[in-house]
């Protein structure tokens, strides 16, 4: 169909409310009588709780509720249910929250929180995931296998793995026999923080009378939420209601409960009045969530030709002391380890491994940041070894059209190749490098990615037209910082046919607002887009039947265009303010139409028997290319330039494409280069934004944003989604540009200068 603002890059539906300071953030809430929350959290790793001393706590005044875990003895969990609201019988990490405070100032609950005394009995802790699978491994959840979601994942009873996927794929041994040559290689990929600008906060308040609960929050599936909480404390899923604030960045961060949990415990004492906890920059870094850190082998077998003929890869995951979404991340995101090529023997071994840590779960890329690292790298030491170039083999394997994904899905715009090319024409692949200076020598690198997203999952919609004419959205896709109000505004103005500018998307309400799986897994676009693309054609529908009756005429020759319903042959426009007008008169009324959709039943999906549940229905292909300098003297690395290619479908706002890539890029350099968590005994050690680098405007290099459009049959205007791959990519060209440069390959994360000297060092000692 025709658009006029699907594919334009308008301005954001939020920047004036942002900019003006009028956008309210969690943290701004104020309710009559709040109080405010404040935590005490665990100095130990792994110790039983022998006893809890509130009562100094409890005198002083201003205090309204001090709870413990037996308090409110209830476990919650997005994928297994293994998370005590406050700790229970012991604590598993050095932050998990052991009592709460509320207060009648923030300043009084922190005060109060310090009087509680613990007394602990400290036990053996374990924090390198291959030390917990150990036999000899202290047993972090010895209940494990009485929680809720284990069997699941397949958790293995009596020791400390919680997940363990295998999948495999042909013949193996018949794979590495053929092969011509056999490539083994180990990789790390560290933890790291989400660090979003607005850090976890939450307000909540409980309904005595009818035991029920208000949360505001941030987070980026509501809808999840409320029924975590229902399951946890086993009432009716109506007895919850989630209101959405707007979110100052989550990047898969804030899709569990975190500061929500401590709220919601502490307004079940507070006789109605509600609380807020806002956590500190140091609580965020060291008791909200991490990236899964993960270990990957990969065995891989090649023709001489250039062609795979097999892969094994082995995954060890470091869950941390609770599982948030880790278990999901540690079962579908592993799969994408082998990349996107066509490889006819393969065979997985991904197992998630609780640990006396920081918890870890989702962070933007799913699992995919951490095995494409692995996957790009040995792509390129591959290459090395066999004389091809980089792109070449890449292009050689990489899937196209029609091809088979591992469960025999069939792919359906699959961009990869185009991603490829332009990609490496961005950064000028072939052209000659420039010319060293001193001490400083460039190389080039590439790296790309397969992502799925999660299938199937449900979005719906209501879009009323009012009496005036103008238009509300209502939903329950959150606004992450990404532009989900303006894209859903821009594909509901085309299908409805009225201007942008009457359009609102007010934040979501679970009690109004219908269910959304969430924004995550960069579903939104496609998902809740196809919903209001629907819910739209069905409003134009109506508004062009109303204007029939009204105008006496029939509804085929009429159309609805910028908000004006004009005739065939007739001189004669009619706005929305007049039919609404005409039909309700001064007294006013509504039009109402719902959109829904699931990609369930999709013939996309179909798949090799009892294997449809790993299809996507849409998949997402990037590429990044890159330029660094390496200085031989110091070890320091310059990014200087990166070249990013996207396939998504069809951008429905290029801009916003634009900057969801260039935000990644800056987020994948800064992992990759920066970000590092310091430990000592369990403990982090830089816990403030002082000593936990992160890239700053001064470590930017050129970004050249490209988008590859490849025009998805099923999707709203052909849209896929964009957010999640952009990270991927970053950290493994920039390892494999470092190779072209000085020829040291760096296997782990984060890439330090030190690492890099070493590396040197180590050829000077063993030439080639």
Same mark, same amino acid.
């Given at each position: ?112 929180? &310090? ?58 041994? &018949? ?370 039947? /109303? ?31 007049? /039919? ?189």
């Amino acid at each position: 169909m025709a658009t006029t603002y699907v594919g334009k890059s308008v301005p954001r539906l939020d920047a004036l409310d942002k900019v003006t300071g009028h956008a309210v953030y969690t943290a701004d809430i104020e309710l009559p009588g709040m109080l405010y929350g404040a935590v005490l959290r665990s100095t130990l790793p792994h110790a039983r709780i022998r006893s809890i001393d509130t009562s100094f706590a409890k005198k002083m005044p201003g205090v309204r509720a001090v709870v413990t875990g037996r308090d409110f003895p209830f476990l919650f969990g997005t994928m297994i249910k293994d998370q005590p609201f406050l700790a229970l019988d012991k604590v598993r990490y050095i932050g998990e929250p052991v009592a709460a405070v509320a207060a009648e100032t923030e300043a009084l609950a922190q005060e109060a929180v &310090q009087k509680i005394k613990v007394t602990y009995e400290e036990l053996p802790a374990v924090f390198d995931p291959h030390e917990a699978i150990k036999e000899s491994a202290p047993i972090i959840h010895e209940h494990m296998a009485d929680y809720y979601g284990t069997k699941y994942y397949n958790s293995v009873a009596g020791s400390n793995i919680c997940t363990l996927r295998t999948y495999s794929l042909g013949n193996m041994d &018949q794979g590495f026999q053929e092969s011509d040559e056999i490539f083994e290689d180990e990789f790390f990929v560290h933890a790291v923080a989400h660090t979003p600008m607005e850090t976890h906060a939450a307000a909540a308040q409980f309904n005595g009378a009818g035991n029920a609960y208000t949360v505001w929050s941030s987070t980026d599936g509501p809808h999840r939420r409320m029924k975590e909480l229902s399951d946890a404390l086993a009432i009716p899923i109506n007895h919850v209601r989630i209101i959405s604030s707007y979110s100052g960045g989550g990047f898969g961060g804030k899709g569990n409960l975190v500061a929500e949990a401590v709220a919601v415990a502490l307004a079940r004492f507070t006789r109605g009045r509600p609380v807020k906890v806002l956590f500190s920059r140091e609580e965020e870094l060291t008791a909200s969530q991490t990236r899964i850190a993960a270990s990957v082998k990969l065995k891989t077998g090649m023709k001489k030709d250039g062609t795979f003929l097999a892969r094994r890869a082995e995954l060890v995951w470091d869950n941390g002391a609770y599982s948030s979404k880790a278990p999901d991340v540690a079962v579908r995101g592993a799969l994408t380890v082998f990349g996107p090529y066509r490889i006819p023997n393969i065979e997985l071994l991904s197992r998630l491994v609780y640990t006396n840590k920081e918890i870890s779960g989702a962070y933007r890329g799913y699992g995919t940041t951490q095995v494409t690292f692995a996957c790009e790298q040995q792509m390129d030491i591959i290459a090395e070894k066999m004389g091809f170039d980089p792109l070449e083999i890449r292009l050689k394997n990489g899937y196209v059209e029609g091809d088979p994904y591992i469960n025999g899905q069939r792919l359906h715009s699959v961009g990869l190749k185009e991603t490829l090319t332009q990609a490496c024409n961005g950064i000028g692949w072939k052209d000659k490098k420039p010319a060293g200076d001193g001490t400083k020598i460039r190389g080039r690198g590439m790296a790309t990615t397969i992502k799925g997203t999660a299938t199937p999952s449900d979005s719906s919609c209501f879009i009323k037209l009012n009496q005036d004419g103008s238009v509300t959205l209502i939903c329950s896709s959150v606004e992450v910082g990404a532009g989900q109000k303006t894209v859903l505004a821009q594909m509901a103005a085309d299908s409805i046919g009225v201007p942008l500018g009457v359009i609102s998307v007010p934040n979501s309400d679970t009690m109004i607002s219908p269910y959304d799986f969430g924004v995550t897994s960069s579903r939104t676009t496609f998902h809740m887009g196809t919903a209001v693309k629907r819910a739209g054609m069905k409003l134009r529908k109506k508004i062009l039947s /109303l204007a029939a009756e009204i105008l006496s005429a029939d509804p085929a020759g009429l159309d609805l265009d910028n908000g004006l319903v004009t005739v065939s042959g007739r001189d004669e426009r009619l706005d929305l303010k007049s /039919l609404m007008e005409k039909k309700f008169g001064g007294k006013g009324g509504t039009l109402i139409s719902e959109g829904h959709f699931s990609p369930a039943g999709s013939s996309l999906l179909a798949a090799s028997s009892g294997l449809e549940s790993m299809s996507s229905i849409f998949w997402k292909f990037a590429t990044h290319a890159v330029e660094v300098e390496v200085d031989t003297e110091t070890g320091t690395v310059r990014l200087v330039k990166v070249a990013a290619a996207h396939d998504v479908g069809r951008a429905i706002n290029p801009r916003g494409c634009e900057q969801q890539i260039e935000g990644a890029v800056i987020m994948g350099m800064s992992n990759a280069m920066l970000e590092e968590f310091k430990f000592e005994n369990g403990r982090i050690v830089n816990d403030t934004l002082a000593d936990y680098k992160l890239a700053t405007m001064e470590d930017l290099p050129e970004i050249v944003s490209i988008l590859v459009e490849s025009d998805h049959c099923e999707a709203p205007f052909g849209a896929k989604g964009i957010g999640e791959p952009a990270a991927a990519p970053t950290a493994p060209a920039i390892a494999n540009a470092i190779y072209d440069a000085v020829g040291v390959r760096i296997r782990e994360l984060p890439i330090t200068p030190e690492k890099i000297l070493a590396g040197l060092r180590k050829k000077e000692r063993n030439p080639i």
